[in-house]
């Protein structure tokens, strides 16, 4: 026990000598960009002219925005619908069961749908997807044109991402991830579209939402490193 207590005064003094430094920053001799000192480079995973941190490569295939994508996705299905209703309703398209099906999802005028569409959002919009592959099913021309459209598009993606692995000699693992792979449709069209490219990818299907399919993974990656401890 301190013989008297100390000051604020005094423990603030010698607070006042600890300072953070910057830290020093050296050139990496192996992709030459900054480093810090003796330590393993962030940037290329080198450390004493070795490879002590294997770095992973990243490819980013579309997912640019329902702007500047070209469809493939739940709101481009969604949109592709509702404007198979309109061009029925304004005589530059037929009116189908798909058609029927958005009328029985309103009973206002289309000025108000229009509104309420608007007011809804990308969310509202994708909504109207699943109308499409019902419909499908039923054989509805419109529907499985607007599917066709779409699963292209996925298929064209599949193939962009192929193109990155050109010299592996193994099949490569494709994750189809979303609201839509609950569809019957989806992997049956896709097959047929990839053509022989199938032969090339392993088709999986993420059967939980995408939050939930991130710890799903992460469990059982904790899973293998507690079985091999």
Not at 223 to 228: E, T, V, Y
Request: charged letters at 25%; aromatic letters at 10%; glycine letters at 8%.
């Amino acid at each position: 026990v301190p013989k008297s207590k100390q000051s604020k005064s005094r423990t603030n003094k010698r607070f006042a000598n600890y300072k953070a430094t910057a830290a020093t920053l050296v050139e990496c001799p192996h992709c030459h960009e900054l480093m810090q000192s003796h330590n393993v480079c962030k940037n290329c995973g080198y450390y004493n002219g070795k490879e002590v941190v294997k770095k992973e490569e990243t490819k980013r295939i579309a997912g640019w925005g329902y702007l500047f994508d070209n469809g493939g996705s739940s709101f481009h299905i969604g949109r592709d619908a509702i404007n198979a209703y309109f061009s029925a309703y304004d005589g530059s398209g037929e009116e189908t069961t798909l058609v029927q099906r958005i009328k029985e999802t309103f009973s206002y005028s289309n000025s108000e749908f229009l509104k309420y569409l608007y007011n809804g959002g990308n969310k509202l919009v994708s909504s109207y997807a699943m109308y499409v592959f019902e419909e499908a099913e039923k054989g509805d021309r419109v529907s499985i044109a607007i599917l066709k459209k779409h699963i292209a598009e996925i298929a064209r993606l599949v193939r962009a991402s192929l193109s990155h692995f050109s010299t592996y000699n193994e099949r490569i693992p494709i994750i189809l991830g979303g609201g839509l792979t609950n569809q019957k449709l989806l992997l049956p069209y896709l097959t047929d579209e990839l053509g022989n490219d199938i032969k090339k990818c392993n088709i999986q299907v993420l059967d939980v939402p995408p939050v939930n399919g991130a710890l799903e993974l992460a469990k059982a990656l904790w899973r293998k490193r507690s079985q091999n401890e």
